[in-house]
């Protein structure tokens, strides 16, 4: 009897199931996840004291990315990254209306998030202007950017940076129970190394939901380089999502247990003929019990017991009474 397959609505980041649950639960999981994401993102930069601040703001994030993907990786898959989301679409481990909506969720949550920072500089009478304070963490490029960047270094890094966290996401969660380990370590400390690089080029977030949080409260000048952080990362994990989808790794294929020749023939499932074995071994004696009926000759062949079929000799009798007799002598049944 076969088990209905459950509908695929979105799947594990492995590609080894459907995601527990309806499409809400997961969307306000991949909402809070970004909410909290830009919170510890965005957050940490803003108020941070260069001089007593024990975690850089690139650690911090990764930190954030490797919590929230513990915590809500097993209601949603642990995305909170529009260009994530669209690299499992095209590595068919979601479909296409589930990945919408976890954009949108995603987009939602980090904006929500920084409205709250928002709201706190608007309450420290030592931050006048809110909008300049958050022009400090927007990502950007040319005269916007530490090192001046250029657009093209921008484009460049942002979406090498795509690549490779959509990649090492897909890669470690692809692995047997990868969403409660290998992902979220791997993904958080490849954000918090890609983070690092990207902060003095000019804040690449490599997350375009966090891109729209700090650019909708910022200066004008971020609104208007927008369209870069948007469109290189979600173009780095469509990258990625196409590399695994046409390296056949969008979903391994489960190790089923092969049943043996005879089980085939006669329509037994897998181990069907595993189980009768291990009944009728539990009907054999044990080991030890057979030696008292079993002896062997000198080529290691049955001599006598229960099939067997060769005879028992006299000489074989004679000895064996011997034995006997000698045993219960030492066990001081004879005198």
């Keep these: 009897m076969s088990t209905p397959v459950p509908a695929r609505d979105a799947l ?18 991949e909402a809070f996840g970004s909410f909290f994401l830009a919170v510890a993102g965005l957050g940490v930069p803003l108020f941070s004291i260069p001089q007593s601040t024990p975690v850089p703001a690139a650690l911090a994030a990764g930190l954030a990315i490797t919590a929230a993907m513990l915590a809500f990786g097993h209601v ?21 209306g589930a990945a919408a909506a976890y954009a949108a969720a995603q987009v939602v949550g980090a904006v929500v998030g920084a409205l709250a920072l928002f709201g706190i500089l608007r309450t420290l009478p030592s931050i006048p202007d809110s909008r300049t304070a958050f022009d400090t963490v927007a990502a950007g490029f040319g005269e916007h950017s530490i090192i001046q960047a250029p657009l093209a270094a921008v484009v460049l890094l942002e979406l090498l940076g ?41 804040n690449l977030p490599f997350n375009p939901a966090r891109a729209v949080a700090s650019a909708v409260f910022s200066s004008g000048w971020a609104v208007e380089q927008l369209w870069v952080f948007l469109v290189a990362p979600l173009a780095g994990g469509a990258i990625a ?38 009944a009728a071994a539990a009907d054999q004696p044990a080991a030890g019990l057979a030696d008292a009926d079993v002896d062997r000759d000198d080529d290691g062949l049955a001599a006598d017991g229960a099939g067997s079929g060769a005879p028992v000799t006299a000489e074989r009798q004679e000895q064996r009474g011997g034995v006997s007799e000698a045993q219960e002598f030492f066990d001081g049944k004879r005198s």
């Design 12 to 29: 594990q980041p492995g590609g080894t199931g459907t995601v527990p649950g309806g499409l809400l639960p997961r969307l306000v999981a």
């Design 76 to 96: 949603s898959g642990g995305h909170f990254n529009p260009a994530v989301t669209l690299g499992h679409l095209l590595a068919g481990r979601i479909r296409a």
């Design 162 to 202: 795509a690549v490779i966290v959509v990649a090492v996401f897909l890669g470690a969660a692809g692995r047997d129970g990868g969403i409660r380990t290998a992902a979220p370590v791997a993904v958080g400390l490849s954000f918090a190394a890609l983070l690092q690089v990207g902060q003095a080029v000019g």
């Design 241 to 278: 999502g196409l590399v695994f989808r046409i390296a056949g790794a969008a979903e391994p294929e489960p190790v089923m247990p092969r049943a043996s020749g005879a089980a085939r023939d006669n329509g037994a499932p897998a181990g069907a003929e595993a189980s009768d074995a291990d």
